[in-house]
């Protein structure tokens, strides 16, 4: 059962405007959250993460916002770059099960130059 | 730092055979993860070691897998005997804590069992 969902296989967005990448959970008890960025035959990157004492953090180009009562988390890019292009993850930890992360499926972003 | 490694990048092989995959962490951490990666399931986590001791198995699916960390510097995970479903990419990731905020993935290895 997956308890982290990445609803959108795929995501295409033109150079310059904003790529907003969405996941869902269904465990309350997810009290981090990490985004991973992905590109073809290397292993994920860390991209940027929350505490689930916030609502917010950014670093960059990069936001990432939650939304504990929708149950909801998103990443913002803004500005896009075709650089950008990459399958991202999004992963939450349920501090009750030692610290075990839960994955999404990964939602394919392309940015159209 | 050359990250973490992973050999090999891919491989073939027919159902029943054994399968072992290999992986050195980044010197100095102190936590390491194996994953598979599928199309439907995304990223799993099979099983981590902190310190080279076994935390969390629970992933692993079956008695066919099985994981070791002999040593600081190297683990493996093997699959014996390999079937066609667990074809996938599977990745090891390091980490310099237990406290899992970061973790450094290799580039995976791609299996194919036919």
């Known amino acids: 059962d997956q308890q982290v969902k990445q609803n959108s296989p795929s995501l295409s967005v033109q150079e310059g405007r904003i790529s907003i990448l969405n996941c869902d959970y269904t465990?309350?008890?997810?009290?981090?959250f990490l985004w991973y960025k992905k590109y073809p035959a290397e292993g994920p990157t860390f991209l940027i993460s929350i505490s689930s004492i916030k609502d917010k953090n950014e670093d960059g180009r990069f936001t990432v916002f939650l939304n504990k009562s929708a149950k909801h988390l998103s990443l913002h890019i803004v500005p896009s770059q075709p650089g950008d292009s990459a399958v991202y993850f999004c992963a939450a930890r349920d501090l009750n099960t030692g610290n075990q992360f839960y994955f999404g499926t990964g939602t394919s972003l392309t940015v159209i130059p | 730092d050359a990250g973490v490694i992973q050999s090999p990048r891919h491989e073939v092989t027919e159902m029943g055979q054994e399968v072992t995959l290999r992986c050195k962490p980044i010197s100095g951490h102190n936590s390491l993860f194996w994953y598979r990666q599928t199309m439907m399931r995304g990223l799993e986590l099979l099983i981590y070691?902190?310190?080279?001791?076994?935390?969390?198995d629970s992933g692993m699916p079956e008695d066919r897998f099985s994981a070791k960390m002999p040593n600081a510097s190297f683990s493996t995970l093997k699959i014996q005997p390999s079937e066609p479903r667990d074809s996938a990419v599977y990745f090891c990731?390091?980490?310099?804590?237990?406290?899992?905020?970061?973790?450094?993935f290799g580039p995976g290895t791609r299996l194919t069992v036919t």
């Open positions: 070691f902190n310190n080279n001791v076994p935390i969390d």
């Open positions: 990731a390091s980490s310099p804590t237990a406290g899992w905020h970061e973790q450094y």
């Open positions: 465990n309350s008890m997810f009290d981090y």
